[in-house]
C-alpha cells in the first residue's frame, strides 16, 4: 500500500514517464515521505495523439497549466464519463481536474504544462486552519482562464524553465496560496474563507528580521507564522494583505536590495554579491536581477557603483570635449 501510494502520489512523473518528456519535480513531503504538494513540468515534441495509461483514484486535486497555447484538437478526456477537450487555445489557460474521479486521456505533441498537485490532505488543513469544513467537492474546468493562476505561474517559471528547485520557503508559500485560492473558487462548498486582516506592527518586525536572517529561503511557512501565533495559511494571507506580496516573492526583493546595496562596494565579485544576497549562483542571481530591475546587475554597477559618475546633473562644461 504504501508503494501504491508513492506511485500515484507522482502523477505528473508517471505522465512525463510516458511521454518521454523532460521533467521539472519539486514537491513537498508529509510525515510518511509521499507528497502532499507537488510541481511537475512536462514538455514534448511532435508527437501523435496517444492515450495516457489508466491513473487509480488519488485524493488530490491537479492544476494543469498550458504554458504554450493548446491546439483545439490536441487534447481530449473522459473523466467520470464526461467528454472534455480544449475549449480555448490561449497561453496559460487553466485545468483543474478532480483525481477522485475515473479518468481516461488522450494528448498529442508539442505540449509544455506546469502541473500543481494538491492532496486532500493538504486542503483539509488548510480549511481547518481557516475554520471551514473540509469540502469534499471541487468544480472541474478545461483550459479557461485563471488570472491567479496564470498570475502564479509567471512569478516562478524562470526557476522552472532553468530546472531550479524552489527553496522549501518558495515552495510553502506557493503550495498555501494554490490551496487557498482552489477552496475559495473550485470548492463546492458553502463557507467562504475568512476575512483577510493585516500583520500586526510586530508581527511585521519579527517577520522581517527573521526573514533578513534566512536569505537563503532556507525557512519555512510554518516557522514564521508560530513566530507570530498564527497558522500558516492565515499568517500567508495576512503577509500578503500587508505587504502586497508573497512571501518568497517579498524575499526576493529584500535581496535584489542588499545584492544592490553589495554592487556599489568595488570589491565583490558579481557571484560573491548573489552568494552574500542569498542566490543559489550567479546565474540565478543575475536573472533575478535583471527581471526586476531592468538591466543587469553589471551594468547597473557601472552606473551606479563607486566612483559612477551621474553625468545627467553636470553642465555641459563638465562633461569635457565632444
Known amino acids: 500500500m504504501a508503494r501504491d501510494q508513492h506511485v500515484r502520489k507522482f502523477y505528473g512523473a508517471n505522465l512525463a514517464e510516458v511521454f518521454r518528456a523532460p521533467l521539472y519535480d519539486c514537491s513537498l513531503k508529509n510525515v510518511c515521505g509521499v507528497p502532499d504538494f507537488a510541481l511537475t513540468r512536462l514538455k514534448g515534441g511532435p508527437m501523435e495523439m496517444q492515450r495516457a495509461p489508466a491513473y487509480p483514484e488519488d485524493r488530490a486535486i491537479l492544476i ?10 490536441r487534447w481530449r478526456a473522459r473523466i467520470d464519463g464526461q467528454e472534455v477537450g480544449v475549449s480555448r487555445s490561449i497561453a496559460f489557460a487553466t485545468t483543474v481536474i478532480d483525481l477522485m474521479k475515473p479518468m481516461e486521456m488522450w494528448a498529442a505533441g508539442p505540449f509544455d504544462y506546469l502541473h500543481y498537485y494538491v492532496s486532500r490532505d493538504l486542503l483539509d488543513r488548510v480549511a481547518t486552519e481557516n475554520k471551514i469544513a473540509p469540502i469534499h467537492s471541487f468544480r472541474m474546468v478545461f483550459f479557461e482562464q485563471d488570472l491567479v493562476v496564470a ?4 512569478a516562478i517559471l524562470g526557476q522552472v524553465r532553468n530546472r531550479e528547485p524552489l527553496s522549501i520557503l518558495a515552495l510553502e508559500d506557493v503550495s498555501i496560496l494554490v490551496s487557498s485560492h482552489l477552496l475559495q473558487h473550485y470548492g463546492n462548498g458553502k463557507e467562504m474563507l475568512r476575512a483577510q486582516r493585516r500583520l500586526e506592527s510586530w508581527q511585521k518586525i519579527r517577520t522581517e ?20 501565533q498564527l497558522s500558516p495559511s492565515h499568517f500567508s494571507r495576512c503577509f500578503r494583505q500587508s505587504f502586497g506580496t ?27 554579491v548573489g552568494f552574500r544576497s542569498g542566490f543559489c549562483d550567479q546565474s540565478a542571481f543575475t536573472r533575478a536581477f535583471t527581471k526586476l530591475e531592468g538591466i543587469t546587475p553589471f551594468r547597473w554597477r557601472k552606473l551606479n557603483g563607486e566612483g559612477a559618475v551621474a553625468t545627467d546633473h553636470l553642465v555641459p562644461s563638465e562633461l569635457g570635449p565632444r
Open 209 to 228: 528580521e527573521m526573514l533578513r536572517t534566512h536569505l537563503e529561503g532556507n525557512i519555512r511557512i510554518v516557522d514564521l507564522a508560530t513566530a507570530c
Open 64 to 73: 494543469c497549466v498550458a504554458l504554450a497555447p493548446t491546439p483545439v484538437n
Open 246 to 272: 508573497s512571501v518568497h516573492q517579498w524575499l526576493i526583493r529584500l535581496r535584489i536590495d542588499i545584492a544592490k546595496d553589495l554592487l556599489r562596494e568595488p570589491g565583490p565579485s558579481l557571484a560573491e
Open 151 to 154: 498570475q502564479l505561474t509567471k
